[in-house]
C-alpha cells in the first residue's frame, strides 16, 4: 500500500476562477449567489443560482474545444489545466500507461441538451451538431482529459448525483494507493444552469426562493433555509504516489487516507433520516484511513441548506463522534458557492485541503438563527484559525449515495 498525495489543485467555481481566488474568497466569506444571468429566469419560482460569470476558457484552452464542447468539459479541462501546472509534473518523461483520470458528473451536458433540443425543434432534425452526443455525454470530460494531455491509464466518468466527484477522487485515491496506478487526475464538473434544469429543480421543490436577496439563500444549518442553490463549476485533484512524488521534488498540498461510501436505500431524493447509512460512510472513511475520533478537527459538511439534509447531517455526526461532535469546527462551502451538484465534492476536497495546509476554517456565511435540531459548531460567518491535522469532507446524493473522503496534514513522520 502506497501513501497517496495531493500534488496539484485546480478550481472553478462562481466565487472564484483559480485556486488562489477560489480559496481567497472562502477565507473571506464572499458569496457567489445572484440573479440568473444567462437566460430570463422570470417566472420561475427559484431565480437565483451560482453562475459563473467571467469564465475565459481561451486563457487555457484552444478555440477548437471551446467550440464543441459544453460548459462543462471546459470547465473540467480549464481546472485540470490548472492542476497539472500546480503540480509541476513532466508530461514529456512521465509514464503515460501509468496515468489515469477518473472524474464525476452528476448532469453532463445540460446546456448542449438544451441548444440542440432547441434546434431539432426550430429547424429540423438536419440542424442538429455531430458533436451534439459527444458533448453531451458525461465520460467525455475525462476523455477530453486524457486527450488534451495524454494519460492513457485507467479513465472513466462517475455518476452518483451530488457525490459523483467524491466517489470519483475515492475511487482515483485506490488505483494509486494499490500500485495500479501513479497518478490520478481526479474531480468533477458541472454546469446545470439552464431553463429545463432550474425548472426541473424548482419543481421538486429542492431550491432557495429567496430571490429578493440571492446572496442570502445559502444558508445551511440555519434556523430559517429554504432550500439549496443550484450552481457550477469544477474541482480538480493530483493524486500521486508519495514516493514518486518526493522523488521528484512535487508540491505536496496534502494527504488523502481514506474513503468510505455507502447507500441509503430509502427514496430517491430524501436522507434516511435514521441517519445509520450515512455514519457507515463517515466511519468506513475513518476505519480506511486509520483515524480515530479525537484526531478529526473539521469536517467540511454536505450542508446543502434544506431544512431535512442540515437536521440529519448534524444528527448523523453525533452518532459517530458522540459529545465529541461539539468540539469538532464544520463549515460548509456551499453557504458562499451554492451546490455544484456532481462537481461539489471535488470543490469541497479543494477547500479541505487547503484549510489542512494553511490552517484556517473557512465560515459558513448567512448563519443568522441557530435552530435547536442543528446545534454543533458550524463556524459561522468568519474564517478561524485552527491547527488541523485531519479533515473530513462529506457528500450525499439524490438516490441514496454517500461518500466521505478524509485527509491529512501532510508531515513526513506522518
Avoid at 41 to 63: H, N, T, V, Y
Avoid at 157 to 167: F, K, P, R, T
Avoid at 319 to 333: E, L, P, Q
Amino acid at each position: 500500500m502506497h501513501r497517496v498525495v495531493i500534488t496539484g489543485v485546480g478550481a472553478v467555481t462562481s466565487v472564484g476562477i483559480g485556486t488562489q481566488n477560489f480559496w481567497d474568497a472562502l477565507k473571506s466569506g464572499k458569496n457567489g449567489v445572484s440573479r440568473v444571468e444567462r437566460f430570463d429566469p422570470s417566472g420561475f419560482k427559484s431565480q437565483i443560482a451560482g453562475e459563473i460569470k467571467d469564465f475565459e476558457p481561451a486563457k487555457r484552452l484552444d478555440g477548437k474545444e471551446i467550440r464543441r464542447f459544453d460548459l462543462f468539459t471546459l470547465y473540467a479541462l480549464y481546472s485540470a489545466a490548472e492542476a497539472i501546472e500546480k503540480s509541476g509534473l513532466d508530461l514529456e518523461s512521465l509514464d503515460m500507461d501509468r496515468a489515469g483520470v477518473i472524474y464525476g458528473s452528476g448532469i453532463g451536458g445540460e446546456n448542449v441538451w438544451e441548444q440542440e433540443h432547441s434546434k431539432l425543434l426550430k429547424k429540423g432534425p438536419g440542424k442538429v451538431s455531430p458533436f451534439f452526443i459527444p458533448a453531451l455525454i458525461i465520460n467525455m470530460a475525462p476523455g477530453m482529459i486524457a486527450m488534451k494531455f495524454g494519460f492513457k491509464g485507467v479513465n472513466y466518468g462517475v455518476v452518483s448525483a451530488c457525490s459523483s466527484s467524491g466517489h470519483a477522487i475515492g475511487e482515483a485515491f485506490r488505483k494509486v494507493r494499490n500500485g495500479e496506478m501513479d497518478i490520478m487526475v481526479t474531480g468533477g464538473s458541472e454546469a446545470p444552469i439552464g431553463p429545463l434544469a432550474l425548472a426541473g429543480f424548482c419543481a421538486a421543490r429542492s431550491l432557495s426562493t429567496r430571490n429578493d436577496k440571492p446572496e442570502k439563500a445559502s444558508r445551511p444549518f440555519d434556523k430559517n433555509r429554504d432550500g439549496f442553490v443550484v450552481s457550477e463549476g469544477s474541482g480538480t485533484l493530483i493524486l500521486e504516489n508519495l514516493e514518486r512524488a518526493k522523488k521528484r521534488g512535487a508540491p505536496i498540498f496534502g494527504e488523502i487516507v481514506g474513503y468510505g461510501a455507502s447507500e441509503d436505500a430509502f427514496h430517491i431524493t430524501a436522507p434516511n433520516e435514521t441517519g445509520e447509512p450515512q455514519a457507515m460512510a463517515m466511519k468506513r472513511a475513518m476505519e480506511d484511513g486509520n483515524i480515530k475520533k479525537e484526531e478529526v478537527d473539521y469536517i467540511n459538511a454536505h450542508g446543502t441548506s434544506t431544512i431535512l439534509n442540515d437536521k440529519v447531517e448534524t444528527m448523523v455526526i453525533k452518532k459517530v463522534f458522540g459529545d465529541r461532535a461539539y468540539d469538532i469546527n464544520i463549515s460548509s462551502s456551499k453557504s458562499m458557492t451554492g451546490h455544484l451538484l456532481g462537481a461539489t465534492s471535488a470543490v469541497e476536497a479543494v477547500a479541505c485541503i487547503l484549510s489542512l495546509r494553511e490552517g484556517i476554517i473557512t465560515p459558513t456565511t448567512n448563519y443568522e438563527t441557530p435552530d435547536e435540531e442543528c446545534d454543533l459548531n458550524y463556524t459561522p460567518n468568519r474564517a478561524v484559525k485552527r491547527d488541523i491535522k485531519v479533515a473530513l469532507s462529506n457528500s450525499f446524493g439524490f438516490g441514496g449515495h454517500n461518500v466521505t473522503l478524509a485527509f491529512k496534514k501532510y508531515e513526513e513522520s506522518n
